[in-house]
């Protein structure tokens, strides 16, 4: 994404992110949908997750920061009944740990239900921690 026509690109990138789920239920109708968005995925994960028309079940958001623009009412409708899980790499040189507790402080505040993960790593998929979120 560019700084030019932002609202934009965001407005594609939900509407494509809808017309796959849309295309993926119908070769599996009634299939949960869990979503993992890792660095800058994470911001468009959310923004999917508040303002796409896709009832995401489960919402991973690993190694990246909560966009600033979505806000506590939004988080609190659209991810009341969505499992959402913060993953964070204790060595990530990236993403600051601070990233983790500012995301989990704008969810509590809008009374969505998290968990918080760490693990011993830097800015990766960790393939321990994600087995374990496989089968939460």
Known sequence: MTREDREHEIADQITYLDQLNDHLRSENPGAALGVLGFSQGVATACRWAVAGRTDIQRLVLWGGTFPPDIGTATM?????????ALVHGDRDAIVP??????AAARLREAGVPFTL???AGGHDLDPITLGRLLND
Do not use: D, I, K, N
Not at 76 to 84: E, F, I, K, Y
Not at 97 to 102: L, N
């Open 76 to 84: 609190a409708t659209r991810l009341s009944t969505c499992r959402v």
């Open 117 to 119: 993960h760490t693990y």
């Open 97 to 102: 740990a601070s990233a983790g507790t500012q």
